[in-house]
C-alpha cells in the first residue's frame, strides 16, 4: 500500500515562495515516477513537473520552466516542488502522485497514488 502525504503549502503573496514536500511509504519502487499536479477551482488536474526516482531525470510543465524545481531525497522517501516568483495564477490545490513505471507520464490517469493535496493561495 502506496501512501502519499504533501506538506507545505499556504498563503504567500506574489513574488513569494513556497516548497512543498511529498513523503511517500508503502511499496514504492526505485524504478517509480513522481509528479507535481494541480487543480485551481473550475478547472483540470494539470501536470507540472515529474522526476524518476531511479534517474533523477526530470521534466516540466513549460508555463513553470524556470519557475519550479522538482527534487528528492531518497533517503528521506521525500520529493520537493520549490516554487519561486508565485503569482495569483499559482493559486491551486497542489497534488503529489506517483507512477509505477520508470519514464514520466503527464497524463493524471498514468499515476496510479496520490496524496490528499495542500492548498496554495498567491495572494496580497
Known amino acids: 500500500q502506496v501512501r502519499l502525504v504533501e506538506s507545505g503549502g499556504g498563503l504567500v503573496q506574489p513574488g513569494g515562495s513556497l516548497t512543498l514536500s511529498c513523503s511517500y511509504s508503502?511499496?514504492?519502487?526505485?524504478?517509480?515516477?513522481m509528479a507535481w499536479f494541480r487543480r485551481a477551482p473550475f478547472t483540470e488536474r494539470k501536470f507540472l513537473a515529474g522526476?524518476?526516482?531511479?534517474?533523477?531525470?526530470?521534466t516540466y510543465e513549460d508555463s513553470v520552466k524556470g519557475r519550479f524545481t522538482i527534487s528528492k531525497d531518497r533517503a528521506a522517501n521525500t520529493v520537493f516542488l520549490r516554487m519561486n516568483d508565485l503569482n495569483p495564477e499559482d493559486t491551486a490545490v497542489y497534488y503529489c502522485?506517483?507512477?509505477?513505471?520508470?519514464?514520466?507520464?503527464?497524463?493524471?490517469?498514468?499515476?496510479?497514488?496520490w496524496g490528499q493535496g495542500t492548498q496554495v493561495t498567491v495572494s496580497a
Open positions: 502522485a506517483q507512477a509505477e513505471m520508470p519514464l514520466i507520464p503527464t497524463i493524471p490517469s498514468l499515476y496510479e497514488h
Open positions: 508503502g511499496n514504492t519502487l526505485i524504478g517509480d515516477a
Open positions: 522526476i524518476s526516482l531511479m534517474s533523477g531525470d526530470t
